[in-house]
């Protein structure tokens, strides 16, 4: 059911915050006994035919975001708790808006001003919580596998907003969303006509530190499912030990190379706090050789698409000048990430059925 998840390396779980995060899936591929779609933990859990039906929906919720009230009853009386450990803006403020928008309630947890704070486990916090009534937790946490070990505590749906090194699924769904708006736009099809097979043989280069990023693990699944053709571009010291589970064409070590043969060109956020500086002789060398300078933006097809999760430190992944580029689709990517999320939690915690492993998708509520 699950494709395999590219291999995490060694200690990039922080098994010390507790003593289960990095435990396997409560039940296979997030799903209960009657097959329901409960958690979204990885990206790979969704296939080609989950990923697309997640697109499908996003469109309408995309037109919910356009109306001048954005907003629906989808989730009118359901619970959403926001779990971070870790710093975020993007991605928090990202899964609260689209909660908001879909009518829930919405609880904002941070971990540094809570009772882990005294010396209470993570479970014992979680399971405090999820005693208010909660239908669904958004996990952010340091430690790789933290998002499934809540997942097996607490009977509600439990999404991954990032886990250590692990992956980040709804980044890489929003990433899809927006390479998808733009192909559709540039052949001058409606987006709600357009499916996933604009993905096949995409040329993609994922440029930059692959070693620490949950964001390359979970795109290079999604892209892979999808058939697009992956190139993971980084100093040796910035890949991971083994690309075993990693379903790329290849791996290159200069980045001018292959500039001139993508369709997307998708930089990595140095993770200084991960430890990176630890693999570069220094910032400013790598800036020199990966970072995306006007000069080398101008080697790009005229096509090409420049993306970056953010957020980005302009002047080492990227140059000011290339950020502002029509090409430079990172607002996109925010502006659809709302979109993506209201599908992902609608889905989730939506009328009871499957398509694709989740409840009914046939347009929310209310829309």
Same mark, same amino acid.
């Given at each position: 059911?699950?494709?395999?998840?590219?291999?995490?390396?060694?200690?990039?779980?922080?098994?010390?915050?507790?003593?289960?995060?990095?435990?396997?899936?409560?039940?296979?591929?997030?799903?209960?006994?009657?097959?329901?779609?409960?958690?979204?933990?990885?990206?790979?859990?969704?296939?080609?035919?989950?990923?697309?039906?997640?697109?499908?929906?996003?469109?309408?919720?995309?037109?919910?975001?356009?109306?001048?009230?954005?907003?629906?009853?989808?989730?009118?009386?359901?619970?959403?708790?926001?779990?971070?450990?870790?710093?975020?803006?993007?991605?928090?403020?990202?899964?609260?808006?689209?909660?908001?928008?879909?009518?829930?309630?919405?609880?904002?947890?941070?971990?540094?001003?809570?009772?882990?704070?005294?010396?209470?486990?993570?479970?014992?916090?979680?399971?405090?919580?999820?005693?208010?009534?909660?239908?669904?937790?958004?996990?952010?946490?340091?430690?790789?596998?933290?998002?499934?070990?809540?997942?097996?505590?607490?009977?509600?749906?439990?999404?991954?907003?990032?886990?250590?090194?692990?992956?980040?699924?709804?980044?890489?769904?929003?990433?899809?969303?927006?390479?998808?708006?733009?192909?559709?736009?540039?052949?001058?099809?409606?987006?709600?006509?357009?499916?996933?097979?604009?993905?096949?043989?995409?040329?993609?280069?994922?440029?930059?530190?692959?070693?620490?990023?949950?964001?390359?693990?979970?795109?290079? *699944?999604?892209?892979?499912? &999808?058939?697009?053709?992956? +190139?993971?571009?980084?100093? $040796?010291?910035? #890949? =991971?030990?083994?690309? !075993?589970?990693?379903?790329?064409?290849?791996?290159?070590?200069?980045?001018?190379?292959?500039?001139?043969? *993508?369709?997307?060109?998708? &930089?990595?956020?140095?993770? +200084?706090?991960?430890?990176? $500086?630890?693999? #570069? =002789?220094?910032?400013? !060398?790598?800036?020199?050789?990966?970072?995306?300078?006007?000069?080398?933006?101008?080697?790009?097809?005229?096509?090409?698409?420049?993306?970056?999760?953010?957020?980005?430190?302009?002047?080492?992944?990227?140059?000011?000048?290339?950020?502002?580029?029509?090409?430079?689709?990172?607002?996109?990517?925010?502006?659809?990430?709302?979109?993506?999320?209201?599908?992902?939690?609608?889905?989730?915690?939506?009328?009871?059925?499957?398509?694709?492993?989740?409840?009914?998708?046939?347009?929310?509520?209310?829309?």
């Amino acid at each position: 059911m699950s494709s395999p998840s590219p291999s995490v390396p060694a200690g990039s779980s922080a098994a010390g915050a507790d003593p289960e995060p990095g435990g396997s899936d409560p039940k296979p591929g997030g799903s209960d006994a009657e097959g329901t779609r409960r958690h979204l933990l990885s990206v790979g859990e969704l296939g080609a035919e989950g990923i697309e039906e997640v697109l499908r929906v996003s469109d309408a919720f995309a037109e919910v975001g356009r109306r001048a009230i954005p907003k629906v009853p989808a989730l009118r009386g359901r619970t959403v708790v926001t779990l971070f450990a870790e710093q975020s803006t993007r991605t928090r403020l990202s899964f609260e808006t689209a909660a908001k928008r879909l009518s829930a309630d919405v609880m904002t947890f941070s971990i540094d001003s809570s009772s882990v704070k005294k010396g209470e486990s993570l479970r014992d916090t979680v399971e405090t919580v999820a005693a208010m009534g909660v239908d669904a937790f958004v996990v952010r946490h340091p430690a790789a596998g933290a998002a499934a070990a809540v997942a097996r505590w607490v009977d509600a749906s439990v999404v991954n907003a990032g886990d250590g090194w692990h992956e980040h699924p709804t980044q890489a769904l929003l990433d899809c969303y927006t390479v998808r708006e733009a192909l559709a736009a540039r052949h001058g099809r409606p987006l709600t006509e357009a499916g996933v097979e604009c993905f096949a043989g995409l040329r993609v280069g994922v440029v930059g530190d692959v070693r620490h990023s949950r964001v390359a693990r979970s795109l290079v *699944l999604a892209l892979g499912a &999808l058939g697009s053709e992956v +190139t993971l571009v980084a100093p $040796g010291s910035l #890949l =991971p030990p083994s690309t !075993e589970g990693w379903p790329v064409a290849r791996v290159c070590y200069e980045l001018d190379a292959v500039l001139p043969e *993508l369709d997307v060109c998708y &930089l990595l956020r140095l993770q +200084t706090e991960r430890g990176t $500086g630890a693999f #570069l =002789p220094s910032v400013r !060398e790598y800036s020199a050789r990966y970072g995306l300078s006007a000069r080398r933006a101008a080697r790009l097809p005229e096509t090409a698409l420049v993306m970056h999760p953010g957020p980005m430190n302009r002047g080492v992944e990227i140059a000011d000048d290339v950020a502002e580029l029509p090409r430079t689709v990172v607002l996109r990517q925010v502006s659809n990430g709302v979109a993506v999320r209201m599908a992902v939690l609608f889905m989730l915690l939506g009328s009871p059925g499957s398509v694709a492993g989740f409840p009914p998708s046939s347009g929310p509520t209310g829309a």
